[in-house]
């Protein structure tokens, strides 16, 4: 079984007010799902297209569901059905979804008279999109056809233009309590046992997805937890933190940095306020993380993004 056909316990709520939304025949034909790494946005927003696709849904106490044995729901599970459409970023590690692609999917939503009971696209990490993408995709959900949806996944909504973003129903997705994504990760993985369950949550902000994916990897999890070492050490001393391979730096191993950066800071930081303790020194850190994922996004050289990085944290003094 794929995440794309586990129910998350998280999801919950956002799927009650996504089923209400359909129930009034307000559901939006753009929808925005944000929230960090590690939640199952693309797993929802799969799910959702296996609803608006199936043939016979049926009602259940957490809303509708799609009944997993018409032919549409066949069809999905084969990743075979017409009326779907994935656009990601490709596995060859470049940047950017092909605007090709999205004008392509975008011109099949614009087709009439379709055998699918809808058509339904999904942009997994639209923040990969790019300028071009943005603008051929932002027709589709300003003159969306009647039985056309479109489903985003972001990470970081603001890198979205704003003309995108306030056309779409936003869904935001949250952590789980450190108990439910434990408890998660006790049925996926339970050959681990509970300490490295535990690590693998606090390395990645109670994200059980990538917990789940540092479970499976656990040279990752280590490599998550020198980071982590070296960020600390950084905040103690001011030296430069991130040690990757040279002189070849891979851009996804660099976004992948800066997305753990992001969250070690931001979680150094509740821990400073809740001591009372000044948390200026690591919400420097967090910003710098994320300007880092912005030049990585703006198709910066990653050892240069990187070595920018490392120059703004390293004038940073023990507070």
């Not at 959702?48 to 729901?73: K, N």
């Not at 779907?84 to 979804?97: E, H, K, M, S, V």
């Not at 450190?178 to 690590?199: D, F, I």
Request: hydrophobic share 45%.
């Amino acid at each position: 079984m794929t995440t794309s056909d586990t129910t998350l316990p998280w999801h919950a709520a956002a799927w009650r007010e996504v089923c209400a939304s359909m129930n009034r025949g307000r559901l939006a034909h753009a929808l925005l799902l944000i929230g960090h790494a590690g939640l199952g946005k693309r797993a929802f927003a799969e799910r959702l297209a296996r609803l608006l696709l199936c043939e016979r849904p049926v009602a259940t106490a957490e809303g509708v569901e799609p009944c997993g044995h018409c032919g549409a729901c066949a069809a999905m599970r084969q990743r075979a059905h017409p009326g779907f459409r994935l656009l990601q970023r490709a596995a060859d590690g470049t940047r950017d979804i092909p605007v090709d692609a999205v004008r392509d999917a975008c011109a099949y939503l614009a087709l009439t008279g379709a055998a699918a009971r809808a058509k339904v696209l999904v942009v997994d990490r639209a923040d990969d999109l790019n300028a071009n993408g943005f603008n051929a995709l932002l027709k589709s959900v300003e003159e969306p056809s009647g039985d056309a949806y479109i489903v985003l996944t972001s990470e970081t909504s603001d890198l979205l233009p704003a003309t995108l973003r306030s056309r779409c129903q936003t869904l935001r997705f949250h952590a789980p309590s450190g108990s439910e994504a434990l408890a998660y990760l006790a049925q996926a993985m339970p050959e681990s046992n509970e300490r490295v369950r535990l690590q693998a949550l606090e390395e990645t902000l109670d994200a059980p997805l990538l917990a789940q994916r540092l479970l499976s990897d656990l040279p990752h999890l280590e490599r998550y937890a020198q980071w982590s070492e070296q960020l600390q050490n950084l905040l103690a001393g001011g030296r430069a933190a991130v040690e990757v391979p040279s002189p070849g730096v891979d851009r996804e191993l660099v976004a992948d940095y800066a997305r753990h950066a992001s969250v070690w800071a931001w979680r150094a930081s509740r821990h400073a306020l809740a001591t009372q303790r000044s948390a200026a020194a690591t919400i420097r850190i967090a910003h710098e993380a994320d300007r880092l994922a912005r030049h990585l996004h703006a198709n910066a050289q990653p050892r240069l993004a990187l070595d920018s990085f490392m120059i703004a944290c390293g004038a940073l003094k023990a507070r």
